[in-house]
């Protein structure tokens, strides 16, 4: 015997067309959720959402543009009356162009502030407008993705790494602050690591390159393989059900055991 874990919530997924975006709107629909497919891909956003049938609706969403968000929450609060969860899941890596030095050394100043527009003052104007909608009924729960690379430093992606701490911090201070206004909002952040999506690509490269660049970073996953949008979905749908009503302020990796350490190679015996 199953049962929906999102029974009619009101769910807003930014950078959903594709990825671990749409996966996470795929679940939250099978859950019972009404999800809103937003993406700066209107027609991406469209194709998910009309794939998903009468649960999910599309919207246009740049999350770096303030007015696209107010926008966003007077729609969602006219059509639906409320907002139950928020997750800022749209990001870049800065080498969607081609693979540009990112570098501490090298890497330009507006490659570095593309970087953190879309990754950091996306959640933060996202978190935002989502407390104030969330008011209404007191409740919610705001997830924001964050990464592996929030933890660690990566020499070669200064500017993601830095924008994804900013993240797992913020995500603190929401949850502190929400907590303080007496609001029953939750907000944790998940920290993927190793998940096979079309961010990706570029790292990768194409042909005979690509199989040995994937055979050489799985090489170093305790878990020997990467993960899956669906598996980062399945922790998002637990932190926004009630499930998770104790659950804030707190971070979620999901990374094959890369931030455990190195995995011991068995022995033959």
Partial sequence: MTYARLPGKIALVSGAARGIGAAICAAFA????????????????ERLAHGLGEAAFALTLDVRDEDHW????????????R????????????????????????TTLADWRAVHATNL???????????QAMRRTGE??????????????????????SSKAAVRNHTKTVALYCAEQGLKVRCNSIHPAAIL????????GQGPARDANMAAFIADTPLKRFGTPEEVAALAVLLASDDAAYMTGAEFHIDGGLLAGAAAAPRSE
């Fill in 121 to 131: 003052d996306g959640v933060f104007l996202g978190c935002r407008y989502a407390i």
């Fill in 70 to 81: 107010r926008a966003a929450q007077a729609a969602i609060l006219e059509r639906f009356g």
């Fill in 197 to 204: 999506t079309p961010m990706w690509e570029p790292l990768l």
């Fill in 140 to 161: 919610g729960s705001i997830i924001n993705i964050s990464s592996r690379s929030g933890n660690v430093g990566i020499p070669g992606a200064a500017a993601y790494a």
């Fill in 83 to 106: 907002l139950d969860v928020l997750v800022n899941n749209a990001g870049i890596t800065g080498f969607e162009t081609g693979l540009a030095a990112h570098d501490p050394e090298h």
């Fill in 30 to 45: 099978r859950e019972g959720a009404r999800v809103i497919v937003s993406d700066l891909d209107g027609a991406g956003a």
